[in-house]
């Protein structure tokens, strides 16, 4: 505690970012003229000078060392959905016995770790190892652990993307040189970058470290795959934004801490709906530091914990019959200069140039509803979208009753006004003054808009933002491209304007949707409206290889056609091997845990049966409580083997990806189900002493 005051005191002085290679540290440590150098090729997204590279080299190292690094790690984001690192030290012998400390351009600017064992869905044979990384200048390096981490990207030896950030960075670069064009046609030269910008809200459990080592499926699966339902629940919604726990509270200024030394802008920690559930949210960002900043978040959530005698679950759903973990990924649009182009903005002008965005952003979720559901699925998210707690599979957009009422308003033409009517154009005085934040919030939708962004709130609390930030950056760019094509062609600009934005609406309004998306009324609306409906990760997988989402990833050259088929391979594995690790864990804890417990208590109670017969005493009351325990220990026994035939039936037939994943989805998870709620019921009637491991009550109200 006293460590997390002095920190918070010092803040206002330098402990903030104090970690990292920041842009006060490189102007003051930077030659001016390299400084200026390395900021516009920031800025402005150009090709890096090797001899800038050179002496930011040498400065970052002295910085580094200075700071108590000995190594450096180019730090990349395979398409495991975690990070990855190898270690360099600066060491550099001198041939007379004696090292120096070295670190040169070329090391900075590139590295080159084994590419053969990181998931490439064919991409990348065993025995073609090499891959590269590459410096990502946009993103500050930062010191942690007495390591110089140099964030990267990663691609094989014949340049195909291997990781989540290349395609992150290609989709920015995508939607800038859109929104450029849309921008100027509005009368701006003066902007040069456009940059999406995210502020993503993290959900998690923290649990006792001692009962988490105790459970083989926390262990390996990051969920519970038994348990069950205690006798409180969140039922009373008394820990939602409840009186934070004293050790959870100290994990929290100690993670903060953490976190601000490394940049990241830790603002809001509160308790979330579920016992044991809690979230952070941070300061917004630019995408792509947004994104390795929740990387960090998630690897130091984990790390901070365990020092607490805690363990963090970033799993969607890691207890059934409570609330879930999401991550709600805020998205705007703005300007190198800070001006947000999803701002409604005051005047006619800015209203008609908000439109143009928003009614791109609306055009993109509705053609590519599918590939942004895509973005989203996961093993464990598909326990959580859709479950009364996240919004649905079904993707639609909330704007809002009065944003709502403007849309419906500029597709008739015409403007209501206490009850009197006249003729709208956009762009001109009768335009009303367009809302900004004033509706409710509505937690059931997947895509919200919020005032001055949109927060896609189906994104899974383990995965990483990447996908899901460069699927929408894309699409959006799609749509700005199209109506861009028509508005330079336009003879009359404001004409076309009203014209594009009216069309729009009127093609794509079935997406908008302000009511509650948790209701079964909701689910036979969206069909009568054509709206896709993919349940499950593995409905949602082969839209990422349907033709025209693969056309708008090469057309924007955020991936090409052999990047997008790698993607679906390693997805549909991921799903696999994920669902197989499940099964197995399952089939270890059954039986070697749950089956025996079982069977002693069984044996107690038949001899406790046996005793009373033999003493003359009434035993029905304990014959009958013999006989449930025999029925389920019996179920039990059965439930395992079949779980454990069903899987070698599956996997007897490997071949067909897709057809694989479906025989997970439809044969082997029933059965998981199947297990689960024999053991969940056995869990409630076997003697508390004798059950092996901790329970939901356990779990959910240890900390204190």
């Not at 339902?229 to 919604?237: F, I, T």
């Not at 019959?321 to 005051?346: A, E, Q, R, Y």
């Not at 919030?441 to 189906?458: D, I, L, M, Q, V």
């Not at 199947?674 to 939901?696: G, H, M």
Request: negative net charge; glycine residues 6%; proline residues 4%.
């Amino acid at each position: 505690m006293e460590s997390m005051e002095r920190c918070i005191q010092e803040i206002g002085s330098g402990v903030f970012g104090s970690a990292v290679f920041s842009d006060t540290v490189m102007q003051e440590r930077l030659p001016k003229p390299i400084y200026k150098k390395l900021k516009k090729t920031i800025k402005e997204g150009l090709p890096l000078d090797p001899d800038v590279a050179e002496v930011v080299a040498c400065v970052m190292k002295d910085w580094a060392v200075e700071m108590g690094a000995t190594h450096f790690t180019h730090w990349f984001q395979p398409l495991t959905g975690v990070t990855a690192e190898k270690h360099d030290s600066f060491l550099s012998p001198t041939g007379d016995g004696k090292a120096i400390m070295e670190f040169s351009g070329k090391e900075l600017i590139k590295g080159e770790p084994d590419a053969s064992s990181f998931p490439s869905g064919g991409l990348r044979a065993t025995f073609e190892a090499r891959g590269y990384t590459a410096w990502d200048c946009t993103s500050p390096a930062f010191v942690k652990d007495k390591t110089l981490y140099i964030p990267t990207a990663f691609c094989s030896y014949t340049g195909e993307a291997l990781d989540l950030k290349t395609p992150l960075l290609r989709s920015m670069e995508a939607l800038s040189k859109q929104a450029l064009r849309i921008l100027k046609l509005f009368g701006d030269t003066t902007t040069k970058r456009v940059v999406t910008t995210l502020g993503p809200e993290q959900e998690y459990f923290l649990v006792d470290k001692e009962y988490f080592l105790k459970r083989k499926d926390l262990v390996y699966t990051g969920r519970t795959l038994f348990g069950a339902k205690p006798p409180k629940g969140q039922e009373l919604e008394d820990h939602y934004f409840g009186i934070i726990k004293e050790k959870v509270s100290r994990f929290m200024h100690d993670l903060d801490a953490e976190l601000w030394k490394l940049g990241v802008s830790a603002k809001t920690k509160h308790n979330e709906v579920a016992p044991a559930q809690h979230e952070l949210a941070p300061v917004f960002a630019t995408t792509n530091i947004a994104t390795d900043h929740n990387q960090l978040t998630m690897e130091i959530m984990k790390k901070v914990a365990d020092r607490h005698g805690l363990a963090c679950l970033l799993h969607e759903k890691p207890f059934a019959g409570v609330n879930g973990s999401g991550k709600h990924n805020n998205w705007s649009i703005s300007t190198d200069d800070g001006k947000n182009l999803l701002d409604p903005g005051t005047t006619p002008s800015e209203n008609a140039q908000f439109l143009i965005f928003l009614v791109a952003v609306i055009k993109a979720v509705d053609e590519y509803a599918d590939l942004l559901r895509f973005s989203v699925a996961s093993a464990g998210n598909d326990h959580r979208l859709g479950a009364n707690e996240a919004p649905p599979a079904i993707m639609s957009i909330f704007l809002g009753d009065e944003l709502t009422s403007v849309i419906e308003q500029i597709e008739t033409g015409v403007v209501k006004n206490n009850g009197t009517s006249r003729t709208l154009e956009i762009g001109v005085s009768t335009l009303p003054v367009l809302p900004k934040d004033t509706t409710d919030r509505n937690r059931t939708s997947p895509f919200a808009f919020t005032g001055n962004k949109f927060e896609f709130r189906s994104v899974g609390s383990s995965q990483s933002i990447a996908t899901p930030n460069f699927i929408i950056n894309t699409i959006v760019a799609e749509t700005l491209s199209q109506i861009a094509d028509r508005l330079e062609k336009a003879e009359d600009f404001q004409a076309e304007v009203n014209a594009v934005v009216k069309e729009i609406i009127k093609n794509h309004k079935r997406i908008i949707f302000n009511g509650n998306n948790y209701s079964e009324e909701w689910v036979a609306e969206a069909e009568r409206r054509g709206l896709p409906n993919l349940k499950t990760t593995v409905d949602a997988i082969p839209a990422l290889i349907a033709e025209k989402n693969v056309k708008v990833l090469e057309k924007h050259g955020v991936l090409n056609a052999a990047e997008v088929h790698s993607r679906y391979e390693i997805c549909l594995e991921n799903y696999i091997k994920t669902i197989r690790i499940e099964a197995l864990t399952m089939i270890e804890m059954a039986s070697r845990q749950i089956l025996p417990a079982c069977m002693a208590y069984t044996g107690k109670v038949a001899s406790t049966v046996a005793s009373l017969n033999a003493a003359g005493a009434d035993a029905s009351f304990a014959k009958d409580e013999l006989d449930k325990l025999v029925s389920l220990t019996s179920s039990l026994k059965a439930a395992i083997d079949k779980l454990g035939a069903k899987l070698e039936e599956v996997d007897a037939h490997e071949g067909d990806s897709l057809a694989h994943a479906r025989a997970y989805k439809d044969v082997i998870i029933p059965q998981m189900n199947e297990l689960r709620d024999v053991a969940d019921k056995l869990e409630t009637v076997v003697d508390a002493s004798l059950w092996p491991i901790p329970t939901y009550g356990d779990l959910l109200f240890s900390v204190i």
